[in-house]
């Protein structure tokens, strides 16, 4: 079965870009799709199919995809940035996520 | 607004079996494919069943198939799971989730952009 890796933490400083990847083989051959949790609420989709973003999801929000990894790149991030992030891809009729990174804003 | 709203989980003892429903409400329940997707006590999220509108494509995660069974009444604006044999391993809150629309004969994925709370099922002697 298809696997996608997530780092399971990653840090930045406030302001700063920050970058969570997920890898898997030859994952630009598939649609990644990029989840937001937040302690105690249900999962938000920040990014569909790559590099879209729903009405009402920040433009700081981007994602890419090429060979064997896909990026969400936050920019200027913000406290309220922190939070638990998934990607999700779709593959022989079954749907994976990733295993979710923390994200912390120091 | 567009919601979902889960019911029917619980406490129950390995082996046993329970039933989580699911109620759409504010959008064509019909012309959706929808998910179960569970997540252990600080664990990530693990995807479960997925059915398409028609409930005519049905899908299981290796962990649960054979044992749970996903289905739709679409009169009733509803999907349910029947969980049987289950196990401490299937300790989770289960969210149904939306997925893909279908528009005439092709599909549009937006990603599973519509949550419900969550219910919590506990397994345990």
């Known amino acids: 079965s298809y696997e996608v890796t997530q780092p399971l933490s990653v840090s930045v400083a406030l302001g700063q870009t920050a970058r969570i990847t997920c890898g898997g083989n030859n994952i630009v051959s598939k649609n990644v799709h990029w989840y937001q949790q937040k302690p105690g609420q249900t999962p938000v989709v920040l990014i569909y199919r790559d590099s879209n973003r729903p009405s009402g999801i920040p433009e700081r929000f981007s994602g890419s995809n090429s060979g064997n990894t896909a990026i969400l790149t936050i920019s200027r991030a913000q406290a309220g940035d922190e939070a638990d992030y998934y990607c999700?891809?779709?593959?022989?009729?079954?749907?994976?996520f990733g295993g979710g990174t923390k994200l912390t804003v120091l | 607004e567009e919601q979902l709203v889960e019911s029917g989980g619980g406490l129950v003892q390995p082996g046993g079996s329970l039933r989580l429903s699911c109620v759409a409400s504010?959008?064509?329940?019909?012309?959706?494919?929808m998910n179960w997707v569970r997540q252990a006590p600080g664990k990530g999220l693990e995807w479960v069943s997925y059915i398409t509108g028609s409930s005519d494509t049905i899908s299981y995660a290796d962990p649960v198939k054979g044992r749970f069974t996903i289905s739709r009444d679409n009169a009733k604006n509803s999907m349910y799971l029947q969980m049987n044999s289950l196990r401490d391993e299937d300790t989770a809150v289960y969210y149904c989730?939306?997925?893909?629309?279908?528009?005439?004969?092709?599909?549009?994925?937006?990603?599973?952009?519509?949550w419900g709370q969550g219910t919590t099922v506990t397994v345990s002697s």
């Open positions: 999700q891809v779709w593959d022989s009729n079954t749907w994976v």
């Open positions: 989730a939306r997925d893909e629309v279908a528009v005439g004969d092709k599909y549009y994925y937006y990603g599973m952009d519509v």
């Open positions: 504010g959008f064509t329940f019909n012309i959706y494919s």
